[in-house]
């Protein structure tokens, strides 16, 4: 329909080409099989010029109608997808959107002014198929293999410790020393494992508190309560304040990858955008 409506704008098979690409020859070949399947003659070919038939002028203005028509739709999806809208639901992890994602929601929603933002803070892992969340933004390995992960960072925890344990307790100089100190985890297990360039090493620690949540975690750090390993995004605003400070500065743990979780690969403008806009900044952490 498209290449019948190109012959005819061009007024013959060479303009046609040079305008779509397509060889004289595929041309004439794809006009007689459409003039075949609709059982009219739609062209009047002679070696300098083709010209409607009558039946060809009919079928013309309907293909031009439709041709223009599919040609406006697709300038007003790529409008909507320049400025999305909606709304968009999303499940955050909730330290590390309070601490670190909160100036890039600002920014984001600065962005594009059509979309509206339902955010939920939580650490457990929402149901994304009978939920109505368009994304969950984790940090760790996925653990539901049905769902899309896209990673959009990579963060390097470090360890930090208040200045009044500091004090209290003494800096540790190497890693090996940890194990003489209170060393506050987030998951059950007591091994760090910790890097220094190419050199790697792993530390079994020991803490009187294990505790499966982020802010809790930091929370007593900064009340002295021991050593904390978290990615520096996690605790800014307490590195900032000076209420946690790091130890082993030329040592980390292994990165902790965040992903965007989706059910489909099939997204909105709205989530896509929401991804794409993560992925570009976290991407510089």
């Not at 599919?70 to 955050?92: D, F, I, V, Y």
């Not at 594009?112 to 933004?137: H, K, N, W």
């Not at 996925?142 to 959009?152: G, H």
């Not at 982020?214 to 995004?233: C, K, Y």
């Amino acid at each position: 329909m498209a290449l019948f409506v190109e012959v005819v704008k061009a007024k013959g098979f060479r303009g046609a080409s040079e305008a779509t690409g397509v060889p004289n020859s595929t041309l004439s070949r794809r006009i007689s099989m459409l003039e075949k399947a609709i059982g009219l003659r739609l062209l009047h070919r002679t070696t300098r010029k083709v010209e409607l038939t009558e039946a060809g002028q009919i079928y013309f203005e309907r293909c031009k109608r439709i041709v223009d028509e599919a040609k406006l739709a697709h300038e007003q999806l790529g409008e909507m997808l320049a400025q999305p809208s909606g709304l968009l639901r999303a499940s955050l992890p909730v330290d590390f959107a309070v601490t670190y994602m909160a100036p890039l929601i600002a920014e984001f929603a600065g962005r594009y002014p059509g979309i509206t933002f339902d955010f939920d803070l939580t650490s457990r892992q929402v149901d994304l198929v009978s939920e109505p969340f368009d994304v969950a933004i984790r940090m760790g390995q996925p653990e539901n293999s049905r769902l899309i992960a896209r990673p959009v960072a990579s963060l390097l925890p470090h360890l930090y410790a208040s200045p009044q344990y500091l004090k209290r307790s003494g800096k540790p100089k190497e890693p090996a020393e940890l194990k003489q100190h209170e060393c506050l985890n987030i998951v059950r297990g007591g091994l760090w494992a910790l890097q220094r360039g190419a050199k790697s090493v792993q530390v079994s620690v020991g803490s009187r508190f294990t505790v499966n949540n982020v802010g809790l975690i930091r929370r007593l750090a900064t009340l002295g309560m021991g050593i904390v390993l978290v990615p520096r995004e996690i605790v800014a605003d307490d590195l900032a304040a000076g209420r946690l400070v790091p130890v082993l500065p030329d040592w980390h743990g292994k990165p902790m990858p965040v992903y965007a979780l989706t059910e489909t690969r099939l997204l909105p403008a709205k989530t896509q955008r929401f991804i794409e806009f993560l992925k570009e900044r976290l991407g510089k952490v």
